[in-house]
């Protein structure tokens, strides 16, 4: 499998959630088991169902962020030379022109994509037109409604 970006807070938000799970999540649905099997007749103890069907979840969602995690591509943009252009990692703050309004975008990766906060995948078709521009490009982006055009006003490489 190839390794897959992420970046350091990406990393660090996976790690804190594999600890939870761990060492809360994983704990106390054992302990549910225990109690519904105390209640006898497995069969039809819903209770035992449901903590059985939680704890598949939580293994499943274990097993997911290893995974990620050991074919993860750790980018720390505080530490490249990019000149200036927009990286993964990066932080972008365009102007866009149809909608006369400045948008902050921070480039990342699959897994850490959250529109609603302005974090964007790299595979996007918005965040690929980004990558290797500068202050003052101008970028057109072929997305579902139509092309959209932007001028990218300012670069940060911050954590």
Request: net charge negative.
């Given at each position: 499998?190839?390794?897959?970006?992420?970046?350091?807070?990406?990393?660090?938000k996976?790690r804190?959630?594999l600890?939870?799970?761990?060492?809360i999540k994983?704990?106390?649905?054992?302990?549910?088991?225990?109690?519904?099997?105390?209640?006898?007749?497995?069969?039809e103890?819903?209770?035992?169902?449901?903590?059985r069907?939680?704890?598949?979840?939580?293994e499943?969602?274990?097993?997911?962020?290893e995974?990620?995690l050991?074919?993860?591509?750790?980018?720390?943009?505080?530490?490249?030379?990019?000149?200036?252009?927009?990286?993964?990692g990066?932080?972008?703050?365009?102007?866009?022109?149809?909608?006369?309004?400045e948008?902050?975008?921070?480039?990342?990766?699959?897994?850490?994509?959250?529109?609603?906060?302005?974090l964007?995948s790299?595979?996007?078709?918005?965040?690929?037109?980004?990558?290797?521009?500068e202050?003052?490009?101008?970028?057109?982006?072929?997305a579902?409604?139509?092309?959209?055009?932007?001028?990218?006003?300012?670069v940060?490489?911050?954590?």
């Open positions: 499998m190839s390794k897959v970006p992420l970046t350091v807070r990406g990393a660090e996976l804190e959630e600890t939870v799970l761990k060492t994983r704990p106390a649905v054992i302990q549910a088991i225990s109690e519904a099997r105390e209640h006898g007749d497995l069969k103890n819903a209770e035992y169902h449901a903590a069907e939680q704890q598949s979840f939580i499943g969602r274990i097993k997911d962020i995974g990620k050991s074919h993860a591509q750790i980018i720390d943009v505080t530490e490249m030379d990019a000149g200036g252009r927009v990286i993964f990066a932080t972008v703050v365009v102007y866009d022109v149809a909608m006369d309004e948008i902050t975008y921070k480039i990342v990766g699959e897994d850490e994509a959250d529109i609603e906060t302005g964007i790299v595979n996007s078709p918005i965040a690929r037109a980004f990558i290797g521009k202050v003052d490009d101008s970028v057109e982006v072929n579902p409604g139509g092309t959209r055009e932007f001028e990218v006003v300012e940060r490489y911050e954590p």
